[in-house]
Structures are given as structure tokens and as C-alpha cells.
């Protein structure tokens, strides 16, 4: 076939689960990649393994891909509706020479597995049926007859130059009893045949590429360039796994993170521009490439993914903010059909959140009809003395001529100036009557975003909790 004019990269996950962050990083490296050089992304449901994949998790693939922003260009293409074409395939390496029918049992490769390895041989087919010239029998698979003599090179664009001993594959299974291809014989044809340029993925593969470059060779298809991304580890240095926290890339949408912080982590989870921390998109648009890919493991580190969202939090404009809120502000029965209300909720709060579930927490107080107090506030701050100060307050705030944050700070500092006492002693029973706590966001934020009627409402109930206490 002829060589595409343009690069494409592509991301083929199995549709057997959710996706997961490395599959997440895989696809992000070949979005990147592939925007960067002007190139198309294509995705490809790898979903041959019947027993095992599932639209579910077809849906969760897509819908992750859609909430980091990683559009593709071409697909989703199902792997499973080209069985015909895997199978066309393998019958004309048949007939070429190139690959033979096998009909050795599972028992009986098992057992000169085992007599190989006690007889400290590589535990490889020995190529029993290789010549016999079979044909097609029930429960026969088809292996493809791999060269027993020089070497193949992978030139990975990452790792740089592997070689591998030809006498050390094996003449592996391309089709198997069930007539459905091996992934190895798959993935190379659908690669051909969509005219990847550019092979990106997790170095789990390596040992696979050799393989499929002869596979490649056999079939007479222009073989990609590949290039391994090493692995993502957790702290402890063995590989990611649920017991590192979550590994599901929508579980990180649930607990609050924002896309563009866990793109921004996952980018830097092996690539680097320099001492740079944080990118827009168009920046990392502008700047990937794989040469600044680094070849060691990455470490899977919490804490940093926090501190990116943390500062994505306070960037985001406050209406942007909204709508990501407003799942759970809903989930937890806030109402918030007022944008611009929602809206000063945010910009009170962001600064302080790390995490839209903590800010969505944290707004508790301000869509309440009656304020929670925690009792150990309420127990210090509204009491007999207090109230009269509280009551002092609610009368004044109407002829308040600026009610703004600086007319409240001003009126407040004259408050406490003119009966003589300190501002804390006016301020924290104010804060605890507006939001039920002790911390919070500034006391004139909470007064204006509350507004006048709220404010004098919240003061006057306090001052009635009081009088039942």
C-alpha cells in the first residue's frame, strides 16, 4: 500500500474495563504527538476478546477520552467487525508458506513446556506440526512461521535501538481454535491497513514488537515506527494498581479533579520541558515530542496530582466553574438554578478548595434555608454576651449606604470602635451565625454573596438559637 502523507498515531484499548491511567497517559502521548506534527489521531476498539468485552466499558473508554478533551479524528473503529479481513490475512500467509496449521493439544504443549524448562531450554513451540503440511481441522490454531536465523532491531523512537535474536521467538499463534486472530496478528493488520505511521505505547509491548515487525515483513506492509513509554509506579516502585488509590480515570472526575489538572499530571508522568510544571493545552500542543520522553519508570505521586488541581481550582473562572460543580452540588440537594449566586458561591470558595467535592462541601451554608451550627462554635461563640453585639449588627446593616467589601470592613471597624472592643469579638460570632463554623471565607464575602436579607435573616436566627439556649 502506499505510505499515508500525513503521520498517524492511534489508541486501540480493550473494551474490558474502564480506562485506566496508563492506557490514559498512552492516549494522551499519541494525541499529543500526533496534534503536534499536524498529524490524525485515530481510536480503535481492540474488542476481539468476546467473552470479555463490554459496551459498559466501551461507553467508560469514550466517555473518559471525551472528559480529558482527547478527540479523535477517526473511529471509534471496532476491531471485531474486521474479523473477516484478520482471517483473509492469515489464509494468505497459509498459502504463502508463511504460516501452517497446528494441532497440538493444550496438554501436550504444556507438558514439553515443562520438560523444556526442567531441561533448562527457553520453553518455546518446537515446531512439531511446522511441516507436517496440515489443514484445517477442528480445534487446529495457525502459527506463523518465524524466521529461525538473524536478528530483528526495533528502533524505538524512545528506548533507541533493541535487538532480538530471531531463534529466541517463537513461531507464535496468529489464528486461534475459535477462528478469531491472535491480538499480535490483529493489531498489525488493522495498523497496516489504517496506515499508522507511528506505533506509541506502554513498554509492557516491547517483547511484542519484534514479532510484529516480522509479521509486518511477511505481509508486505511498510512497518511504523514504535516508540515504548516506560511504566507508571506507585510509591513503593512496583507497578500501578488499585491498592496505590484510585487507577480509574472517571473515579478522578467523581472525587473533584478538573481534566485539565490530571492531563497536566498525567503529561509530566514521563516528559518534560525543562523545570516547567503547568501548560495549557496549547502549549503542550506546541512543545511534545518523544525525544523528551525519559526511558525510566514513573512514580504515581498523589500529592502532586493534588497540588496541580489545587491551582487549576483558583484559575478556573468562577461561571467555567458552575457547571463542573453542579453535579454535586445537585447530588447533594443544593439549589442552584441561580448562575450568578452559584457563581459568588465559587469565587468565594475556590481559592480554598482542592478539590470540587471539597468545594462543594464547603458550600454547604450558602444554600441552606437554616444554618447547621457545629456545637463546639456555637457553644463558644453564640452566647448571652455575644447576642446583644449580633443584634446591634442586624440593626445597623440597612442604613449601610455602601455595602460592599469595603463599606463592611469600614462599618465593621467602626462597630468595634465605638462600643470599645476588639474586632474578633465581633467577628466570629458573625461567622458562626452566617455559616454555622468557625472557618470560612471572609466575613464581608459571605455578607455580600449572601446578601443584605439573607445576612440580617442568618444573624436573627442565631440570636434566637441563642435565646433557647
Request: proline share 5%.
Amino acid at each position: 500500500m502506499t505510505a499515508p502523507e500525513t503521520l498517524r498515531t492511534r489508541f486501540a484499548p480493550s473494551p474490558t474495563g474502564y480506562l485506566h491511567i496508563g492506557g490514559a497517559r498512552t492516549a494522551l502521548f499519541n494525541w499529543l504527538f500526533s496534534r503536534h506534527h499536524g498529524g490524525k489521531f485515530i481510536l480503535r476498539i481492540e474488542d476481539t476478546d468476546q467473552m470479555r468485552s463490554t459496551d459498559e466499558s466501551t461507553r467508560a473508554i469514550l466517555d473518559a477520552m471525551t472528559w480529558l478533551g482527547l478527540s479523535w479524528d477517526e473511529g471509534p473503529i471496532f476491531q471485531a467487525e474486521r474479523v473477516e479481513i484478520h482471517r483473509a490475512h492469515v489464509q494468505r500467509l497459509v498459502d504463502e508458506g508463511k504460516a501452517y496449521y497446528c494441532t497440538c493439544s493444550q496438554e501436550l504443549l504444556e507438558e514439553k513446556r515443562k520438560q523444556a524448562l526442567a531441561a533448562g531450554r527457553k520453553p518455546k513451540y518446537d515446531f512439531t506440526c511446522r511441516d507436517r503440511g496440515l489443514t484445517r481441522t477442528p480445534g487446529s490454531v495457525v502459527r506463523f512461521r518465524c524466521p529461525e536465523i538473524g536478528t530483528t532491531i526495533v528502533h524505538d523512537l524512545i528506548k533507541g535501538p533493541i535487538q532480538f535474536s530471531n531463534d529466541e521467538l517463537d513461531d507464535l499463534i496468529i489464528e486461534r481454535a475459535d477462528g478469531y486472530p491472535t491480538y499480535n496478528f490483529a493489531v498489525v493488520v488493522d495498523d497496516a491497513q489504517m496506515g499508522i505511521t507511528h506505533v506509541i505505547r506502554g513498554d509492557d509491548h516491547v517483547n511484542n514488537t519484534p514479532r510484529q515487525i516480522l509479521l509486518y515483513q511477511a505481509l508486505g506492509y511498510a512497518v511504523p515506527q514504535f516508540g515504548h513509554v516506560p511504566m507508571i509506579l506507585g510509591a513503593d516502585k512496583a507497578r500501578l494498581s488499585k491498592r496505590h488509590g484510585a487507577t480509574s480515570v472517571m473515579a478522578y472526575k467523581e472525587m473533584g479533579y478538573l481534566p485539565e489538572a490530571l492531563v497536566n499530571y498525567l503529561v509530566r508522568l514521563g516528559w518534560s520541558h525543562g523545570d516547567q510544571e503547568i501548560f495549557t493545552m496549547e502549549e503542550l500542543v506546541a512543545l511534545f515530542d518523544l525525544d523528551a520522553v525519559g526511558r525510566s519508570a514513573a512514580v504515581f505521586n498523589p500529592e502532586k496530582l493534588l497540588w496541580l488541581n489545587q491551582h487549576y481550582l483558583k484559575a478556573y473562572p468562577a461561571e467555567l466553574l458552575v457547571e463542573n460543580l453542579k453535579p454535586f452540588w445537585e447530588a447533594r440537594g443544593y439549589p442552584v438554578s441561580d448562575a450568578r449566586y452559584s457563581a459568588r458561591v465559587v469565587y468565594d470558595l475556590q481559592s480554598r478548595a482542592k478539590t470540587l467535592v471539597e468545594l462543594a462541601d464547603s458550600a454547604a451554608f450558602y444554600f441552606a434555608d437554616a444554618v447547621a451550627y457545629e456545637a463546639e462554635a456555637a457553644a463558644k461563640f453564640l452566647t448571652p454576651e455575644t447576642a446583644p453585639q449580633l443584634a446591634a449588627v442586624a440593626e445597623a446593616l440597612p442604613g449601610l449606604a455602601d455595602y460592599s467589601r469595603e463599606g463592611i470592613e469600614a462599618f465593621l471597624r467602626s462597630f468595634v470602635e465605638a462600643r470599645g472592643i476588639k474586632l474578633k469579638a465581633i467577628a466570629q460570632p458573625l461567622r458562626v451565625a452566617l455559616t454555622g463554623r468557625t472557618v470560612s471565607p471572609g466575613i464581608d464575602e459571605i455578607m455580600i454573596t449572601l446578601g443584605l436579607a439573607k445576612t440580617q435573616d442568618r444573624i436573627r436566627k442565631a440570636i434566637a438559637f441563642v435565646g433557647r439556649h
